[in-house]
C-alpha cells in the first residue's frame, strides 16, 4: 500500500511536470506583442494622423491574426495598409516582427478633446491608440490674409495675398466680390490669371490675389473694402485697408497759357514754362525733356527741379533753336516734366519763317536781273 502511494505520487509529480513543460512550451510557440512608439498624438480637425504598428512574434512558430479596428463609436475613417495595399489578416515568422499602417483621418465637424481607438491583432493582442484632437472642428470656409493694410498713392496698386480654406467635406466653386469704394477697381487673381471665381476642394485651399486701384481723385484717408468669398453652401468674408497719404499731380504749361511760337530758321526763341504741383502730395526732382525735329536744340533752366511741394509752381525757361536748313512751315517741340510718380506733356507749335536777311539778298537778285535787262534793251535796242 505504501509502495503503491509512492508509485501514485511519483506519477502524479511526473505528469504535473510535463503538464508543466507542456503548457510553457505551447505559452512560447504562441507568444506575441502587439506595438507602436506613440499611442497619444495630437492633431486638428481635418488632418490625418498615422500609426506605425509592429506585430512581433517571440514564438517558435508562425503566428497568424486577424486584423480589425474598434473606432469607438466616433465613426472616424481608419485605413490598415501594408505595402501599401489594405490588409485584414497578417502572418509573422518565429522571432520575427510585420509593420502595418494604421492611417485615421480626424473628421472637420468635430469636438475638442481626448478620442480613444483599439487595434484588434488577434494572439498578437490589443493595441490601445488615443487622439487628442487640439481645437474644435469649424466645418466652414475661412478667407484670411497675413497683411490686410496697405499704404500708398493714388497712383499705387493696393497688392493682397489671401487665402481661401474649404473646411467642408466637399469641393466648393466660390464667387469672388469686393465692395470698393466708387471709382475704385478690385481685381482678383489665381496663378496671375484674372478669375470672377474658384474652385477648392474638400479641406482645401487655394491662394488668391486682390489688387485694388484707387480712383483717380481719392483723397487721403483709410477705406475699408470688404472682400466675399460665397456660394449657396458657405461663405468667407475679409476685410482689407487701403491707407491714402496723399494724390499726386502735375500741370506743365506755358505762363501765358499760349502754345505756340514764331522762329526764324536758324534762330532761337525762349519760352516761359510753369511747372505746377497740383496734388496733396511733395514732388521730387521734376527732370524736363524734349522731343524736337532733327538738327534742332532744346535746352531748359533749371534742367531738374529738386522739390516741389503741393499747391507750388517753379518757373522753367525753355530755349528752343531752329534748324539752320528748317523750310518755312509749322514744327512741333514736345516738352515734357516727370517725376517717378507723375509726368505731364507741353506741345509746343513752332512757326518757321524765313529769314529778313535772304529777303533782301532776293530782292537785291531781283534788281541786278532787272537792271540786266535794262542794259541789254539800252545797248542792242537802237540797232
Same mark, same amino acid.
Not at 244 to 248: C, E, F, L, S
Not at 294 to 299: E, I, L
Not at 345 to 348: G, K, R
Given at each position: 500500500?505504501? =509502495?503503491f502511494?509512492?508509485k501514485?505520487s511519483v506519477g502524479?509529480t511526473?505528469?504535473?511536470?510535463v503538464?508543466?513543460?507542456?503548457?510553457?512550451?505551447?505559452s512560447?510557440?504562441?507568444?506575441?506583442?502587439?506595438y507602436?512608439?506613440?499611442?497619444?498624438l495630437?492633431a486638428?480637425?481635418?488632418?490625418t494622423?498615422?500609426?506605425?504598428?509592429?506585430?512581433?512574434n517571440?514564438?517558435t512558430d508562425?503566428?497568424?491574426?486577424?486584423?480589425?479596428?474598434?473606432?469607438?463609436g466616433?465613426?472616424?475613417?481608419?485605413?490598415l495598409t501594408a505595402?501599401?495595399?489594405?490588409i485584414?489578416?497578417?502572418?509573422?515568422?518565429?522571432?520575427e516582427s510585420?509593420t502595418?499602417n494604421?492611417?485615421?483621418e480626424?473628421?472637420?465637424e468635430v469636438?475638442k478633446?481626448?478620442?480613444a481607438?483599439?487595434v484588434?491583432?488577434?494572439?498578437?493582442?490589443a493595441?490601445p491608440l488615443?487622439?487628442?484632437?487640439?481645437?474644435g472642428?469649424?466645418?466652414?470656409?475661412?478667407?484670411?490674409?497675413?497683411?490686410?493694410?496697405?499704404?500708398?498713392?493714388?497712383d499705387s496698386?493696393?497688392?493682397?495675398?489671401?487665402?481661401l480654406?474649404?473646411?467642408?467635406?466637399s469641393?466648393?466653386q466660390?464667387?469672388l466680390?469686393a465692395e470698393?469704394?466708387?471709382?475704385?477697381?478690385?481685381?482678383?487673381q489665381?496663378?496671375?490669371?484674372n478669375v470672377?471665381s474658384?474652385?477648392?476642394g474638400p479641406?482645401?485651399?487655394?491662394?488668391?490675389t486682390?489688387?485694388? @486701384?484707387?480712383?483717380?481723385?481719392?483723397?487721403?484717408d @483709410?477705406?475699408?473694402i470688404?472682400?466675399?468669398?460665397?456660394?449657396n453652401?458657405?461663405?468667407a468674408d475679409a476685410e482689407?485697408?487701403a491707407v491714402?497719404?496723399?494724390?499726386?499731380g502735375?500741370?506743365?504749361?506755358?505762363?501765358?497759357?499760349?502754345l505756340?511760337?514764331?522762329v526764324t530758321?536758324g534762330?532761337t526763341r525762349?519760352?516761359?514754362?510753369?511747372?505746377?504741383?497740383?496734388?496733396?502730395?511733395e514732388?521730387?526732382?521734376v527732370?524736363?525733356?524734349?522731343?524736337a525735329p532733327?538738327?534742332?536744340?532744346?535746352?531748359f533752366?533749371?534742367?531738374t527741379?529738386?522739390?516741389?511741394k503741393p499747391?507750388?509752381?517753379?518757373?522753367?525757361?525753355?530755349?528752343?533753336k531752329s534748324?539752320?536748313?528748317? !523750310?518755312?512751315?509749322?514744327?512741333?517741340?514736345?516738352?515734357?516734366?516727370?517725376?517717378?510718380?507723375?509726368?505731364k506733356?507741353?506741345?509746343?507749335r513752332?512757326?518757321v519763317k524765313?529769314?529778313?536777311?535772304w529777303?533782301?539778298i532776293?530782292?537785291?537778285?531781283?534788281?541786278a536781273v !532787272?537792271a540786266?535787262?535794262?542794259?541789254?534793251?539800252r545797248k542792242?535796242? =537802237?540797232r
Open positions: 500500500m505504501h =509502495r502511494a509512492k501514485m502524479l511526473l505528469s504535473l511536470l503538464g508543466l513543460l507542456s503548457f510553457a512550451a505551447t512560447f510557440a504562441a507568444g506575441g506583442k502587439v507602436t512608439p506613440y499611442t497619444s495630437s486638428a480637425p481635418g488632418e494622423v498615422s500609426y506605425d504598428i509592429d506585430l512581433i517571440d514564438g508562425i503566428q497568424s491574426a486577424d486584423l480589425s479596428f474598434d473606432d469607438g466616433h465613426g472616424w475613417k481608419a485605413t505595402g501599401g495595399h489594405p485584414r489578416q497578417v502572418s509573422v515568422k518565429p522571432k510585420q502595418v494604421l492611417s485615421l480626424v473628421p472637420l469636438s478633446g481626448d478620442y481607438f483599439r484588434d491583432a488577434g494572439a498578437f493582442g493595441l488615443k487622439v487628442n484632437v487640439s481645437e472642428g469649424t466645418y466652414k470656409s475661412e478667407l484670411a490674409t497675413e497683411q490686410p493694410n496697405m499704404q500708398g498713392h493714388t496698386t493696393f497688392t493682397y495675398a489671401m487665402t480654406n474649404n473646411r467642408t467635406a469641393k466648393q466660390y464667387a466680390t470698393a469704394p466708387a471709382g475704385w477697381d478690385a481685381k482678383f489665381v496663378s496671375g490669371t470672377t474658384v474652385d477648392v479641406n482645401g485651399s487655394q491662394s488668391i486682390v489688387n485694388l @486701384t484707387p480712383a483717380d481723385k481719392a483723397s487721403a @483709410t477705406y475699408a470688404k472682400v466675399h468669398a460665397a456660394n453652401n458657405t461663405s482689407l485697408q491714402i497719404t496723399g494724390t499726386y502735375l500741370d506743365f504749361t506755358a505762363s501765358d497759357q499760349r505756340s511760337a514764331n530758321a534762330g525762349h519760352l516761359e514754362m510753369v511747372v505746377h504741383n497740383t496734388g496733396s502730395a514732388l521730387t526732382d527732370s524736363l525733356t524734349s522731343q532733327t538738327d534742332w536744340d532744346v535746352t533752366e533749371p534742367k527741379i529738386r522739390s516741389l499747391g507750388e509752381s517753379a518757373p522753367v525757361t525753355a530755349t528752343i534748324s539752320g536748313k528748317s !523750310l518755312a512751315g509749322d514744327y512741333v517741340v514736345g516738352l515734357t516734366a516727370q517725376s517717378a510718380e507723375k509726368s506733356d507741353a506741345a509746343i513752332v512757326t524765313s529769314s529778313v536777311l529777303g533782301w532776293g530782292v537785291l537778285i531781283i534788281l !532787272l540786266g535787262i535794262y542794259g541789254l534793251f542792242y535796242g =537802237r
